[in-house]
């Protein structure tokens, strides 16, 4: 395949690639650019800590770098962007990141945002990337769900906390649109604003759409790099 | 044509809507969904004033309506979002403005955006609606270049003057991305970026390009209206 | 009468514009300017959605630009503004609307402002507005009442909401100093300060008194228009 | 006199006092509240440093409490608003500041306001006290025109630097609105404005409009003190 | 003793010098700078309100000027920086601020910092201050435990409010990090950290530790004073 | 030595570790904690990129988790203040970033700061930076002197081009304190300050000067890592 997006996990959890796989699959249109993901085998199984989100920036950056010839354009699948400006570096190539871009489509959606993270230490890490954004004054909230990434792959389990720390970020903090904090909480989107009753932005969805219009449009072809 | 992205010209100046048709052509896609322009009849020639802005809001809101059924999404192509919380409230089907996805899409390309208005008049207007988005901390500036919407026509001189402000935002400002101020700049959006060396986002490309990604997967369906 | 001020209820409900009339009546000082109240006949019963203010605006506009000869200085009574800005490009009068008023009066009698809401609805609509306005930093939290305009008729009722709800402001979200979110609730003003204790905001009141100081001082009078 | 509003001006040079006993003629309504104006005689000549804010608290506070039984409100006329916080602590009255209610009441006449300052050791104390305010958002700039209290006598200079400053806040930083920074400017408003074709607002005048308001509602005067 | 850091404690309460002193013990290193504690005995027995800080600034900075021959830099031990702008212009030498130091060390230990105020009348001026500061941002709630400096004395009483407010800090405001509002509060820091296991900030250290540097490095005496 | 700050230079040019030696001396207390300074061999000339900044974090982090026994804080010595927080992870040790010290000790000194940087590019990775720790709103600007880390070498070369662009945040962006944005810059300080005459922090003194305090308090000690 070349001239796809490619998706790029930054975990080396590869059910957490399915699931990206299939959150994406409404967006493989027929004549429209391939969508692929990757895992990142030298990632650790899930970005929980700081260490993790900057530990996985060298090998991603070099597999955007190995990849660019047959990329169109490349997306990090992880809410912390790890290595997004330095990937903007590293490529002519367009680089989204799911937290820039699932934050700034869910703002097309309602007022004020929450954020559903995995685990408390996140939040601080998020709050700092949404102040750097600028769009702060936005955010309802950041509550976690107290699960790790291999605690994910309980269903039903997760889908309860989900639902549970949802509610409280709508009656408790005012959200009216809801970002999911992680890459692997892909297959809960319907069920959750189903039960929550606001808008649910999966992030990496959000992503590719706007990598899709990248593709297409071919903005900033002309910019030498600097 | 049925399913398909409709955007809204909510100026009655058809040259601008073909303008925006031709903007909008590299984002159809085969397989995607289609999309149709419309002029709004009932519009003033530009929206260069608050009350242009607000004059358009009722018939708008009125072709969203009657159109709803055979519509997938909304597009309202002015960069004022005449109308964009009245129309949500018409419509179940996803309503998106120029300004506020053109803007969103410009935090991803650079770190401080510049817009070029057409009238020093409308920069309140637009400085208003960046401060209720919660995004004025990305704004490095907001300059006219002084021409209204019928004197847009004269292509030569429209890019001289685009040029001249986007050079300003990028220098003086500090501007690493720039936001084109009105519909009826798309055709410069090329040459413009080629000039001033920096990405030049054309709004209702960067709307388009959103309304494919809700059009193809179908966010807030489950939602009840309130 | 002449070069009164006139406050224009931008609903249909006559009696929201009684209870207007009774407000302001400490504000008809013997040798000031005269304060008259006008019902919108246009208008809806009550605003209570986006569209509900959008549909005001050009019936508003025509009233103003009628009245203009007569009338001093304009005044707005309702919390969303409805029309402001294109109100003030359809006379040379001053115009005040009692959202802006309201809350910057509010910010002489307290820190911290809360703005009790009829509705769920009309958070988001006030949220986008005070951003506008640029005094975001300044809100403790804005908190609807559950009682639309016609629902405010039962007195009893109404005081005993507004009372509950401005305790959570005050106790939870640390207002002291609170807004009245509808011109209609204007008559509970008094009853609703004693009961929470902290200083009371009835809008119209004050955008009336900013009014008086510009019929008075006559700023912007040889100003051109653009 | 009785029930009249008191304006302080706490610099002792008694030409400041006539100039803004002047000013706030206008606003002398028959049958409304009296204005008289004070010299504060234990002030500095001016108040051009924090030190000189600061040494006029206690003297204003001991006039203000031995004043209240006769007065109905209080203006503190110097754009520092020095002890506006102490005073409200020492009276039950309306106290109100010349800086937050001149530059509250730009916010209704401007999106964006500039002021214009005597010296530029004054800025930095502005600038604390505007995001104090929280309303630093909409700040064009803050520029000294480089005169002390006693050079103000000087009209001719004075008024020339005025619209100096005047102007460059304009184009340069795009102010809409300007606050006259001293007290002692007051008789230059409708020069300057008529000069720089943008409303200005003179901060005293606006503090007596907003204490008419309150003296006329007696908003607060069930509340216990704290 | 010269060249050494004088610490103000401005209330009037020798306990509150003592604890202040003992809390800078661990900073009096033997190659450094002395560090000498003084009561202000002009001062009132607690900065409690607006105006208990105001009335120390005269004295303060008659301290300052006497003290200024033999000290190298001043501290002003009180949580509302009473007199801190003053001050730097009364001398040469470096003068800090417990508030602005202690704010600005809790930045580098947390995300959102709470502070923990004597009085909720405390809580206004301190958010003004914060928002002056330019930091609100990054606050997550100020609350207060209700007890005078008098009441202080009673340690027992004091800790546990301190650890409650400590813990509804942390737990329903996301505070990652505590600012201790009151020089007379420093004994409890080892016992309050442990509690609530959160970094404590005791603001008297925080701002003689910044002192230590000012006095090493010598920064700024090059400068004319303005 | 044992229990001394390790300042780590995570750039591999040991004349700019000289350097940061050389500036740090003065706060070399006898009795007080050693000072050490250690070069990164494994990094880059110079950080001058986001990439070079991303690739020193796991080296740095390495370091610091072979050295935590000796060593009783660190500092990281880079105006990007790269793996600052997974170094926080990978030891108990207090860790201090010079961008965050430095910044946040020129809020004491100046109401704005600007920053001067080495290169353009390096401008937005500052800005997203001083965004995420919330203190923007005291940011007068960041201008580049345009010299890469080895250009520095001449030196006078680089002090006229840092005094031309102090003087520029000084007159045209309003700073009244200056951040230097690269430990290498450290032995123009006292000449800048001379020659701008505003306050000019160096950031690895500022930041060495919050680790003393650190070292000597003990604060967090009782904390348990989570």
């Known amino acids: 395949m070349r001239d796809h997006i490619l998706v790029i996990n930054p975990n080396s959890t590869a059910s957490v690639t399915r699931a990206i796989d299939d959150a994406v699959a409404p967006l493989r249109i027929p004549g429209g650019p391939g969508i692929a993901c990757l895992t990142l085998d030298e990632g650790p199984p899930g970005v929980e800590c700081q260490s993790d989100a900057d530990s996985v920036i060298l090998p991603l950056c070099r597999v955007i770098g190995e990849q660019e010839a047959d990329a169109a354009a490349f997306v990090i699948a992880c809410l912390s962007d790890p290595g997004l400006f330095s990937a903007r570096e590293a490529t002519q190539k367009p680089v989204l990141g799911i937290a820039e871009c699932g934050i700034l489509t869910a703002l097309t959606l309602g007022h004020r945002f929450g954020v559903i993270s995995i685990l408390a230490r996140s939040v601080p890490r998020h709050l700092r990337y949404i102040a750097a954004m600028g769009v702060n004054q936005r955010l309802a909230g950041d509550l976690p769900i107290g699960l ?79």
Do not use: Y
């Not at 929550?196 to 593709?215: D, L, N, S, Y």
């Open 148 to 226: 790790g990434i291999a605690e994910l792959a309980d269903g039903r389990a997760t889908l309860g906390r989900l639902v549970d720390v949802g509610r409280r970020l709508r009656e408790q903090h005012g959200a009216d649109v809801l970002v999911m904090g992680c890459a692997g909480m892909a297959r809960h989107r319907d069920n959750l604003e189903e039960a929550v009753q606001i808008p649910v932005v999966e992030p990496t969805q959000a992503a590719v759409t706007m990598a899709i219009g990248r593709v297409r449009l071919g903005w900033g072809q002309g910019l030498s790099r600097h």
